[in-house]
């Protein structure tokens, strides 16, 4: 279990096993990946992120079902991925989305960026391919369109949840 720590204006406040209805404060957990620690930080709209944004992700939901896919060597997870050089932030967006989970979300709304600080691991260097200070911004929004679903890239299925069941799935 990961425990989410809420920042208030003394630090560290009380920790929590749910990020449900933290959307506008700030949170931190330090992750453990596969490259080293990476402290990764909650920044609710309208508070700046860092720079550069690497990646996009949305929340998509078609009625009252979350759609997910699945991802090779990300596993089941919301739609998204990494902004391409030269490309927009809502390009990269809809482009991800029509990739992984062959769907077209009209209008996204921006939640927040999530911050991925490398300055906690050691081993961290340039042959890691990211930047020691990045965002990825978080997304959601309502799937005006429903594509035919074609297992291409990296994505082996997609998947329509009912929103209120994900915290048990």
Known sequence: VVVFERIGVGGVGESRKSI???????????AHWPTGPVRLRWVPQPKKYSEPVTAVHCFCF????????????????????HVETGES????????????????????????????????????????????????????GAANRILPFVAKHETSRRIFVPALKCPEQ
Do not use: K, T
């Not at 078609?62 to 991925?81: N, T």
């Open 20 to 30: 449900a209805g933290w959307v506008d404060e700030m949170i931190s957990v330090l």
């Open 62 to 81: 078609w009625g009252e079902q979350i759609v997910l896919v699945d991802v090779a060597r990300r596993g089941v997870s919301i739609p998204g991925g």
């Open 89 to 140: 932030r809502l390009d990269c967006l809809q482009r991800e989305l029509a990739e992984e989970a062959c769907i077209v979300v009209n209008a996204p709304v921006l939640l927040g960026a999530v911050e991925c600080d490398h300055s906690e691991n050691p081993a961290f260097g340039p042959s890691l391919g990211y930047p020691r200070l990045a965002s990825q911004l978080l997304y959601a």
